[in-house]
């Protein structure tokens, strides 16, 4: 119990009856530090239901109750940490949450079903929520919203529990229990009418894969809306293949002028693309200091927070991230200059590959505080880190929608796990060497089946090279399939049984946190 990290077990903490038994004791100043952050973030919650509008989105919605777990999220994914660690990983989840809130006041106040303004869903264009969202950059007097992003994909980051009803709802429609849980939840939302309405119109993709593409066809007859669906081949390489997505981005520029009468701004595109750039700077800088034996921001601080900005799906301002990635780019030269750890030991260097179990959302810091494993970076983040034509020119303004076609084709999951073998592969290898990583902590989505085709290659490949493999089979957003227990005991068995390494703090290796949502 103390200043430092490990100086208690955390384990202890979860007795299988309340959520937790108590708040952790990390020292006077981070102790009061963590308080300070979880009072705000009560203080969010409340703000948000002290408006008519909300309160009656909550009411609406049953999703909107487990962000009552909202305190208790941020709990988990800051369990352990201390000082710049804290602060860091403070500074990125409560971001999330605080534009997350924002995004949703913003879409409950035109939602049709509960009253809202016309006009303003009038000025709202629907995306999908694995969609890259740069293509508002050209857009600025739109909002291009994201409802799912609120129904599901971080709700079951808050509470794990949270997509059962919609992923059995859509197996009871006809959908097969081997299908990826992320469209299935998005399906059985609009089954059971527990999506905003809200958008003029919606633009639709076949990213991150064909599965995806399922869901958004049959979401289309619950929206009733004009739709356009950008689709590009996921052969992603083939400088053909950009030819066409540059087709693709053309046209659906055209659908959004044309169903809302707006005309797409060169300015206001090259601005944001300015800031994105500025951002993918920092971003190298992280991975740069990553590479050091002294890597300063690793996964289980970041890992959320670059999904989020690199699609930019809660449609923040591109300045409010600039602003937290400048921030974090300062905290983490200090610690680099004072060759601070992130955890007691650094034990592994680990390459976090693969989807990982979205209701695990805390699971790389279980890593570092149960097993010394700092994820160096994971595949999520590996997406496009190109920088883009940014100043406006007749030939930039051309080479922007190659751009833009090239951000979409490297979607998040979609990039990696659909792209093909070098990218899905071969380039495991060379991150390996790159960030001196000797192991894989490989998360096998069940459902997602370019990755887990790749299975023996991955074995055989790792066996060569000398790179622990340690695979952690999951569900995605369903946590029925692979309880956190389990993609626990995976990691457990391995690293005593095939490494015969004991664990940092042993009172985490089974914990009993089913009632932590
Ligand atoms: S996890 Fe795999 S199957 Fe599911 S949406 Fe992503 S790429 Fe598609």
New binding site residues.
């Given amino acids: 119990m103390g200043k430092r990290m490990n100086s208690e077990a955390l384990g202890k903490f979860y007795n299988g009856g309340r959520t937790k038994v108590r708040r952790e004791w990390r020292g006077l100043a981070d102790t009061w530090f963590d308080y300070k952050c979880w009072v705000k973030t009560w203080g969010m919650l409340f703000k948000f239901l002290f408006n008519l509008q909300n309160l009656k989105g909550f009411l609406r919605y049953r999703w909107m109750l487990n962000y009552i777990a909202t305190p208790d999220f941020l709990d988990r994914c800051n369990e352990g940490l201390r000082g710049k660690q804290l602060r860091l990983s403070h500074m990125e989840f409560g971001f999330i949450v605080k534009e997350l809130m924002r995004s949703l006041t913003f879409m409950f106040k035109a939602d049709q079903n509960i009253g809202g303004s016309k006009a303003l869903s009038d000025k709202m264009v629907i995306m999908d929520e ?1 969609m890259m969202e740069e293509i508002m950059f050209g857009f600025p007097n739109l909002y291009f919203m994201c409802p799912q992003v609120a129904g599901v994909f971080a709700l079951c980051a808050v509470s794990q529990n949270s997509q059962i009803r919609y992923i059995d709802k859509a197996e009871e429609f006809g959908i097969t229990g081997d299908v ?1 849980a ?2 299935k939840s998005e399906l059985g939302l609009c089954i059971e009418d527990d999506t905003l309405d809200i958008g003029k119109c919606m633009l639709h993709c076949n990213t ?2 064909d ?2 593409l399922m869901g958004n066809g049959i979401e289309d007859w619950r929206y009733r809306k004009p739709s356009f669906a950008i689709a590009a081949s996921e052969h992603i390489e083939d400088e053909l293949v950009l030819e066409y997505a540059v087709d693709e981005i053309k046209a659906a520029i055209r659908f959004v002028e044309e169903q809302t009468g707006e005309k797409w701004d060169w300015d206001a595109y090259f601005r944001n693309m300015r800031v994105l750039n500025e951002q993918t700077r920092i971003f190298l800088e992280i991975l740069e200091i990553n590479k050091t034996p002294y890597p300063q921001v690793p996964e289980n601080v970041i890992n959320l927070y670059r999904d989020i900005y690199y699609t930019r799906m809660l449609n923040a301002d591109g300045e409010s991230y600039l602003e937290i990635d400048r921030k974090i780019r300062e905290i983490m030269y200090e610690g680099y200059k004072n060759k601070e750890l992130v955890c007691t030991e650094i034990r592994h260097r680990a390459l976090i590959w693969g ?1 990982q179990g979205e209701f695990y959302t805390a699971f790389p810091n279980w890593l570092l505080n149960c097993w010394g494993i700092v994820g160096i970076t994971h595949m999520l983040s590996l997406t496009s880190t190109k920088i883009y034509a940014d100043t406006d020119t007749p030939e930039n303004r051309e080479q922007a929608m190659y751009d833009l076609a090239d951000l979409y084709v490297n979607m998040i ?2 990039n990696r ?2 792209g093909g073998f070098r990218l899905g592969v071969d380039d495991v290898w060379r991150f390996c060497e790159e960030f001196k990583m000797d192991m894989i902590v490989m998360c096998e ?1 069940i ?3 370019a990755l887990t085709g790749w299975h023996g290659i991955y074995e055989e490949e790792a066996a060569k090279r000398g790179i622990h493999v340690v695979w952690v089979p999951h569900a ?1 957003l369903d946590p029925r399939k692979a309880s956190r227990q389990n993609m626990r005991d995976q990691v457990n068995r391995y690293m005593r049984t095939v490494l015969g390494e004991k664990p940092l703090d042993p009172s985490l290796e089974y914990i009993e946190d089913d009632n932590a949502w």
């Fill in positions: 694995n990826c992320m469209p991150t894969c599965t995806s989807v999951m979609r796990s659909e989505q459902a997602c089946k995605l």
